[in-house]
């Protein structure tokens, strides 16, 4: 199995993202998804989990603010990522459930 995350970068507190991962080596519409982020000198953390009829579970620190999605015919899987804090500085992750190896991840920095 092949993770492979991007769409990281540098934004602006109130900025917006869009990340996107990649996967191969599965059938991908069989499996649940995640996203998780780890924040410098933190664990890794649950963002949101989308089940693989497209349902999306949402960690309470996400407030509303983010959007996961899934694409079954380009076996990807997409978080959108508005209203950026501060606190959302972190290497985010994507996975099945239960997980394969990691991924390299992509990192969002959000600061002024």
């Known amino acids: 199995v092949q993770l492979v995350e991007s769409g990281g970068g540098l934004v602006q507190p109130g900025g917006s993202l869009r990340l996107s991962c990649v996967a191969s080596g599965i059938i991908f519409s069989l499996y649940k998804l995640a996203w998780y982020r780890q924040a410098p000198g933190g664990q890794r953390e649950l963002v949101a989990t989308?089940?693989?009829?497209?349902?999306?579970i949402y960690s309470a620190f996400v407030e509303g603010r983010f959007t996961a999605s899934r694409d079954n015919a380009k076996n990807t899987v997409y978080l959108q990522m508005n209203s950026l804090k501060g606190e959302d500085t972190a290497v985010y992750y994507c996975n099945t459930v239960p997980n394969y190896d990691w991924g390299q991840g992509t990192q969002v920095t959000v600061s002024s």
């Open positions: 989308i089940t693989t009829g497209g349902r999306v």
